[in-house]
């Protein structure tokens, strides 16, 4: 059984930093492919990083390159995403997903299972 649940959602100042999880009871070793999407109000849902087990492969996208980190810890069966220099525009509800078919990508990937959301407000 899967149940993905982020957590560490929070309000912060601009420029801060913010570490936010994923987890899920019954493991994550099973997922070779994870993945953080953000959706702003009244925006569209987007991807922000995604991180390939074997071989190790993280990408990004270009608003969270050199400023977020996507990492893992099978032992603690949980996926993060650390979050530097937050804007005000990185404001919005983040998810994580897995159980990807295909590549590893946050466009054009399905994934199976999704995380509830946790808020991110960046405040300037």
């Known amino acids: 059984q899967v149940n993905l649940v982020a957590s560490g959602g929070a309000s912060v100042q601009a420029g801060g930093s913010l570490t936010i999880s994923c987890g899920n009871p019954?493991?994550?070793?099973?997922?070779?492919?994870m993945a953080w999407f953000r959706q702003a109000s009244g925006q569209e849902r987007e991807g922000v990083a995604t991180?390939?087990?074997?071989?190790?492969?993280?990408t990004y996208a270009d608003f969270a390159k050199g400023r977020f980190t996507i990492s893992r810890d099978i032992a603690k069966n949980t996926l993060y995403l650390q979050m530097n220099n937050l804007k005000p525009e990185d404001t919005g509800m983040y998810y994580c997903?897995?159980?990807?078919?295909?590549?590893?990508?946050?466009?054009?990937?399905?994934?199976?299972?999704w995380s509830q959301g946790t808020q991110v407000t960046v405040s300037s």
């Open positions: 991180l390939i087990t074997s071989p190790r492969t993280t």
């Open positions: 019954g493991g994550t070793s099973r997922f070779w492919c």
């Open positions: 997903a897995a159980g990807a078919s295909g590549s590893c990508s946050t466009v054009g990937t399905p994934y199976n299972y």
